[in-house]
T-cell receptor, first 116, second 115 residues
């Protein structure tokens, strides 16, 4: 069984400040890791993913996350946030290979609120 | 690409009534997932299909819930009879290939309120 823990349920931050949303996971097998973002009244959208290779992955809107196998973490960071980044962010994990077929395990979510 | 389309966006019904939620996946996607989101339990996978065939329904809470996928472009999630504890946002998602690394594309959800 797998589990995902997002350590902060809410993160308030001022515009242009840096932010880190923390995610730890537990799994007995190799995993793929994802961050999804959910804007109000919308479904989740993929922000970035780690499958293999470089442990640092980036999104097109300035977010990045680093896979740390020894610490079983996949924290999400952005050096300077915008008002438009206000949303709920979900970390998710799935078995690498096997028959998991997209059967993601999601964390409880972190609400990022960016204040002017 | 219109994305995953769900209907209705909002549904308010009385306890005991039948509720049917609908989903049209992205054309060409061969996996379809139904999730439920609540404050208490977060996002839960209810059931998923591959090529219209149900693969894993272990997340369906009880026999009152059923899901069908009669063809590649349409799926339904039915609750009969509905109960107040079924109130939640129900999401449909689809993906191509289904391997663990295939990203899910979510619809905007159906917000169900059972009074």
């Amino acid at each position: 069984a797998q589990s995902v823990t997002q350590l902060d349920s809410q993160v308030p931050v001022f515009e242009e400040a840096p932010v880190e949303l923390r995610c730890n996971y537990s799994s007995s097998v190799s995993v793929y890791l994802f961050w999804y973002v959910q804007y109000p009244n919308q479904g989740l959208q993929l922000l970035l993913k780690y499958l293999s290779g470089s442990t640092l992955v980036e999104s097109i809107n300035g977010f990045e996350a680093e896979f740390n196998k020894s610490q079983t973490s996949f924290h999400l960071r952005k050096p300077s946030v915008h008002i438009s980044d206000t949303a709920e962010y979900f970390c998710a994990v799935v078995n690498a290979g096997g028959t998991s077929y997209g059967k993601l395990t999601f964390g409880q979510g972190t609400i990022l609120t960016v204040h002017p | 690409d219109a994305g995953v389309i769900q209907s209705p966006r909002h549904e308010v019904t009385e306890m005991g009534q039948e509720v049917t939620l609908r989903c049209k996946p992205i054309s060409g996607h061969d996996y379809l997932f139904w999730y439920r989101q609540t404050m208490m339990r977060g996002l839960e996978l209810l059931i998923y299909f591959n090529n219209n065939v149900p693969i894993d329904d272990s997340g369906m809470p009880e026999d009152r819930f059923s899901a069908k996928m009669p063809n590649a472009s349409f799926s339904t999630l039915k609750i009969q009879p509905s109960e107040p504890r079924d109130s939640a946002v129900y999401f449909c998602a689809s993906s191509f290939g289904g391997g663990g690394g295939s990203p899910l594309h979510f619809g905007n959800g159906t917000r169900l309120t059972v009074t």
